[in-house]
């Protein structure tokens, strides 16, 4: 933020003050105004991208551990400014306080520390060829971009910034157009923590400054988190230049519960992975195949413990159901909700805006669970991303496997059993990046992180995500003589 008030763009380790247009950013759980921002154009992008190549050429001339050492002292400084920003991301997401004080800092925090953990120990090979040997260098790809959704923005910047930063790579950041605010703040962190200028900058705007990274023949590589059609327009633009791509988009994953799982720890595992963040989560298992001998007692409880969510004001501590990202959104969760019953699912509980008292003024949607749902319902078939929750039965290992496969999507699956030869095969069988067993929706940044399919292409977080930032050089060394045909 300059004195002007303007929230601008971060660029060369310091705040860059433009005279292009601004936009406002909104908290969605009241409808006020929280900063102006100033979409960055053209001439921003470009003093990014030279900023970039400055700081570029000094940080990959660092030794990996000094690198490591000052992304280790920025995750100390994130989480010692962790109620701030949590507020902040509470603000701007409408999350209850109670997630982002907990979850959303702190995991970003957890990745400049598990990257900062690697960064000297990243190597190539030594191949041994006889009279000959060769080895290989892991080098940085240059410039990245990173371009983040709106659903976790902290932790997203993070999962992009600190893998790409730790191989040496440059980074501009764009956060989504509608959460703006913390992106900003890593940077600072960064700042004080060591980190050259120009190393990690930050642009802020709509599709169109992303296009302007993901089209710029200086980067070379686009990490995008957003949604499946983003993604092809992302990448259809990166083909110009070849750059490499991370795409982490949407999904609809299944999440199945066998007839001898225990009922309370797959029903936690459906309400984390349908209610949690609002039902705003990629990886959600918001298809919820149930055996049909378990149905009745799982949907009873499921409703009963449902029924018990707090939605409040997202800075109220005891709130677990805040505001949907906006007005937007929210009427395109709505417009899923009423297509469901429509097609004939019965919303067993939920179902409605919340409209009573000052919840009434923001995006607030009631956590809704649809029984007696059929594969072919648009609220089983696409993406919603709100609180929303398909129910399905069905009777058959193979039939569920096949039923949970019939989908474009690839991002994640869960199974809920106490067999455990069943739960490992079928997650053998399932399409997804990322299963969970007994458990949903849980990230350790030491595990890959993924989708297939329309989900995605890479991985982010564990050591899968060095392989997609960083490029290998073969070296060839002669020890021996060199007999030539000429
Ligand atoms: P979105 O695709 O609308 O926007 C994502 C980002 O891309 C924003 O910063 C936006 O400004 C930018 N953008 C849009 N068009 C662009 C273009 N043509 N070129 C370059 N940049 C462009 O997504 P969203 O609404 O912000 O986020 C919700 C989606 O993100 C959901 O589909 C969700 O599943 C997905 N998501 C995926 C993951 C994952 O890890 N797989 C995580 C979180 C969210």
């Known amino acids: 933020m300059t004195d002007t008030g303007i929230l601008e763009a971060w660029i060369d380790g ?20 929280l900063a102006q921002v100033r979409i960055a154009g053209g001439a921003e992008v470009e003093a990014a991208v030279a900023a970039a190549r400055r700081g570029f050429a000094v940080w990959s001339a660092m030794t990996g551990a000094e690198r490591g050492r000052i992304l280790t002292r920025a995750a100390q400084l994130l989480r010692a400014r962790n109620d701030e920003l949590a507020r902040l991301e509470t603000l ?5 306080i109670q997630e982002t004080e907990a979850i959303d800092i702190h995991s970003g925090a957890d990745c400049l520390e598990y990257f900062g953990g690697l960064a ?27 371009i983040g959704a709106w659903n976790y923005p902290m932790q997203i910047a993070c999962w992009k910034a600190a893998p790409a930063l730790a191989c040496g790579n440059a980074m501009i950041f764009k956060p989504a157009e509608l959460t703006p605010l913390t992106a900003v703040k890593l940077a600072e962190v960064f700042a004080e923590a060591g980190m050259p200028p120009g190393v990690f900058n930050v642009v802020q705007g709509f599709a169109e400054t992303g296009q302007l990274l993901t089209r710029h023949p200086g980067i070379a590589k686009v990490s ?18 070849l750059k490499h791509v991370t795409l982490e988009l949407g999904g609809k994953s299944p999440l199945i519960v066998f007839d001898d799982a225990e009922v309370d720890r797959a029903i936690s595992g459906a309400m984390l992975g349908n209610f949690y963040s609002a039902g705003e989560v990629c ?28 939605i409040g004001d997202p800075l109220d501590p005891a709130t677990q159901v805040g505001a949907l990202i906006g007005e ?77 496969n019939a989908t474009p999507y690839g991002l994640a699956a869960g199974v809920f059993t106490r067999d455990l030869a069943r739960a490992h095969r079928t997650v053998a069988h399932l399409q997804a990046g990322t299963c969970w067993i007994n458990n949903y ?19 982010e977080n564990g050591k899968a995500a060095i392989e997609h930032y960083s490029q290998l050089k073969s070296v060839y060394v002669e020890l021996g003589e060199v007999e030539c045909p000429y």
């Open 328 to 404: 937007e959104h929210l009427q395109k969760v709505l417009g899923y909700i009423e297509r469901g019953k429509a097609e004939g699912a019965d919303a067993v509980i939920g179902g409605k805006r919340v409209t009573e008292g000052a919840l009434g003024q923001g995006a607030f949607v009631e956590p809704t669970v649809f029984a007696n749902c059929r594969d072919d319902m648009s609220v089983v078939r696409e993406e919603i991303f709100g609180p929303v929750m398909s129910v399905l039965a069905f009777d058959e290992e193979e039939e569920v496997i096949e039923r949970a």
């Open 224 to 241: 995008l988190t957003g949604e499946v059609g983003t993604g092809i327009k992302v990448m259809t633009d990166a083909a110009a230049s």
């Open 14 to 33: 310091a705040y860059r003050p433009a005279t292009t247009d601004c936009f406002e950013t909104l908290n969605p759980a009241t409808g006020e105004i």
């Open 441 to 459: 929706n849980i990230t350790p940044i030491e595990m890959p992180f993924g989708g297939v399919k329309l989900s995605g292409i890479g991985r």
């Open 120 to 146: 000297a120990s990243l190597t190539g090979e030594h191949i041994d060829l006889g009279s000959a040997f060769a080895y290989t260098r892991r080098e940085p790809l240059g410039i990245c971009a990173g």
């Open 283 to 310: 990886s959600n298992g918001t298809r919820v195949f149930v055996q049909r001998k378990l149905l009745d007692s799982f949907l009873e409880r499921l409703v009963e413990r449902t029924r018990r969510m707090v």
């Open 92 to 96: 701007d997401t409408g999350k209850p």
